[in-house]
């Protein structure tokens, strides 16, 4: 067995995976996973700067990872870092700051290899599966972007699409560093139209439609799941492997666009970092769903980051 780690370093969150992975197979045995809502996106959008702020929340879960990561002695560790860090002009100084702290310099990955890491990382699991046929499309809700593959065992096609949940809600539901609470028809509407187009680009490329499976990635489909499973806690065992129908999301997605922060906030299984933009990533999942005509979405726990790890792990062979 080789011990791995991999952070994955997105737009809104920054998350550690440690594992000890078998090398002839790639299986991955978790020893530490965890996820520190960071904002490094925060702004991106407007000023096409990281801000000062989000760096030094950034850097300090880095320290916290970089303490873990020496406390279990992994041999391996990949740092990718995705949307927010791929757009930023001083994108320089976020890679200077990772090195010092971690001693290995983040990969600021392309979206097709985003979208291939998040395939490998949820489709693993499933290969063997005769309820879920294929081909998946396996759709990874970012902060800043979102990622479609489609793909049997291999991916066949992606595209990654700038319609991220705190993208969406910087765009369209923030005025005067506000967010609206609720938002209005006419800003819905203008987010709507938006991911509707994002779709349309990412249907160029990516044949949506032909997917048999949906697989839904990342914190936007995972809090959906909790929120319609009514769970106490977030609780990734129940979420992993869940599905969750079409009447549902919708039922969900039109609530939270029209509740209160508050009453986002009371949801227990919500996370305080998504209470903001929960909504903006709900109606992505919704808009893609009835893009594609899909009755349900299957929801993976294991996404980019397991694929990092796995990628870890094809390394030692």
Not at 13 to 34: C, F, H, K, Y
Not at 186 to 197: F, L, T, V
Request: aromatic residues 4%; proline residues 3%; contains cysteine.
């Amino acid at each position: 067995m080789t011990r791995v780690a991999a952070v994955d370093c997105g737009t809104n969150s920054i998350r550690l995976l440690v594992a000890d992975a078998d090398p002839s197979t790639g299986e991955l045995v978790d020893l530490d996973r965890r996820m520190t809502i960071v904002r490094l996106g925060q702004g991106v959008d407007r000023t096409g700067r990281l801000a000062p702020e989000a760096l030094r929340r950034t850097f300090a879960a880095c320290r916290e990872y970089a303490a873990i990561i020496k406390e279990h002695g992994a041999e391996r560790l990949r740092f990718v870092a995705t949307s927010a860090s791929r757009d930023a002009e001083n994108r320089d100084e976020f890679v200077r700051g990772v090195l010092d702290i971690l001693g290995v310099e983040p990969e600021v990955i392309t979206g097709d290899q985003e979208a291939e890491f998040s395939f490998t990382g949820a489709t693993k699991e499933l290969a063997g599966s005769d309820h879920l046929p294929k081909p998946y499309l396996v759709v990874d809700i970012g902060g800043g972007s979102t990622e479609f593959v489609v793909g049997d065992d291999h991916v066949r096609a992606a595209r990654s699409v700038d319609i991220g949940c705190v993208r969406m809600t910087e765009r369209h539901l923030v005025r005067d560093g506000v967010v609206s609470d609720p938002p209005s028809e006419e800003r819905i509407a203008a987010m709507r139209a938006d991911i509707e187009a994002a779709l349309d680009l990412a249907e160029q490329s990516v044949p949506l439609r032909e997917a048999r499976t949906l697989v839904g990635l990342a914190g936007s489909v995972t809090t959906v799941s909790a929120i319609a499973q009514q769970l106490p806690v977030y609780d990734s065992e129940a979420i992993h492997h869940s599905r969750v129908s079409y009447d549902r999301v919708r039922e969900i997605t039109e609530w939270l666009l029209r509740s209160t922060h508050a009453e986002r906030a009371a949801v227990p299984s919500m996370h305080p970092g998504r209470v903001d933009v929960i909504g903006a990533g709900a109606l992505v999942l919704l808009s893609i769903m009835e893009r594609i005509g899909a009755r349900e979405v299957v929801v993976s726990e294991h996404d980019i980051l397991d694929g990092i790890a796995h990628s870890c792990a094809a390394e030692a062979r």
